[in-house]
Structures are given as C-alpha cells and as structure tokens.
C-alpha cells in the first residue's frame, strides 16, 4: 500500500545494549501485530570513550533482491551458456540486483546516523528506528516498559514528542527543532 506521508524515523538512547535490543524485539513484535511497519533500524553505540560503532540491521530488500536477480540471471545463463554460463550470469545478477537495492534504499540516511554519531552521550546505545503505519496507542502503550529511554531525535511532531516523552518518562528540557524526513 503506497503513502505519500514520509515515514516516521525516531531515535531512542538506552544505557546498555541489552535495553535498545529488548526494544527492538519490541518493535519487531508490534510489526509482527500489524501496529506499524517497521522499515529499517538502526544501532548507534557510543563507548565511554567516545568512539562509535554503528550496527545497521540487515535490509531484507538489498538481500532478497540480490537473490532474485542471481536466481534470474543464473536461469538464462544456464539455458544459453550451460553451466558455465549459470555460474558467471548468476553472480553477475546477484551483485546487480544487490547494487540496484542500495540505489534505491529507502532506509535510514547515512547523514542521520552521522547526525546521532555526534549528538548521542558517551556510554550508551542509540536505537533509530523508521517505521510506517502506526497504531499510536499500541506503541505508547508499549513504550511505557522502557522508562529511562529517551527520545533524541527524529521527525515527529511536537505533540507525538511529548506523548513519548510521557510513555517513557524522560523529564529532560527539550531542545532544538525536529530532523527533516529521511528520504530524499
């Protein structure tokens, strides 16, 4: 089902690794629901010394298309070329299919994460999430179970900012204007 509304990207810090993955599972399990549609994620995990490391999640639509076009590809091949021409076609359509993925990976932006590389406090584990199709009341009732998690960024509005904020308990100022949608 096609939108014209950008999808939502929110961001979370969490103080360990094992509280953003128990929210991802979270996450996961609302999708599973059908109370939203989970797009991409992604881990920032900033060590107390300040060095980053970012763990994407795997994105099924590079993979999956890299094994059609290969499945394809190797097909032809195999029917004009034997099995000489399998092998070659089908590495050649697996690595097309996987570049042609990334071309048009609607995921979240590489300038987002460099955003939350900066943004994130040492010692603690950022989880980016982009989604679709939300059941507002699920989710918050949900993020009710991560108290301590704060919202720290995003592209939710204002009134959706504090509703989370809420859920979670975070009581911090608020700052700074919401991040633009991360597609192009």
Do not use: C
């Not at 290969?70 to 195999?78: D, E, H, S």
């Not at 399998?86 to 042609?100: D, F, K, N, Q």
């Amino acid at each position: 089902m096609a939108s014209d509304t950008p999808s939502t990207l929110a961001a979370f810090t969490f103080p360990d690794m094992f509280r953003a993955s128990e929210f991802l599972t979270a996450t996961l399990r609302l999708s599973n629901e059908k109370q939203l549609v989970l797009k991409d994620a992604v881990y920032v995990v900033k060590g107390d010394d300040g060095r980053v490391h970012v763990e994407e999640t795997t994105d099924v639509k590079t993979a999956s298309a890299a094994m059609g076009g290969g499945l394809w590809a190797g097909l032809f091949g195999l029917l004009l070329g034997g099995p000489v021409g399998m092998l070659a076609a089908g590495g050649v359509g697996a690595g097309v299919g996987a570049i042609a993925a990334k071309a048009i990976d609607i995921g979240i932006s590489d300038s987002f994460v460099d955003d939350l590389r900066e943004m994130v406090a040492p010692g603690t584990v950022t989880l980016a999430l982009l989604v679709d199709h939300i059941d507002e009341a699920a989710v918050l009732v949900e993020l009710q179970r991560f108290e301590g998690a704060q919202y720290v960024a995003g592209n939710l509005p204002m009134s959706a900012i504090e509703a989370v904020r809420d859920a979670v308990g975070d009581t911090q100022p608020i700052s700074g204007s919401p991040l633009p949608p991360p597609m192009p």
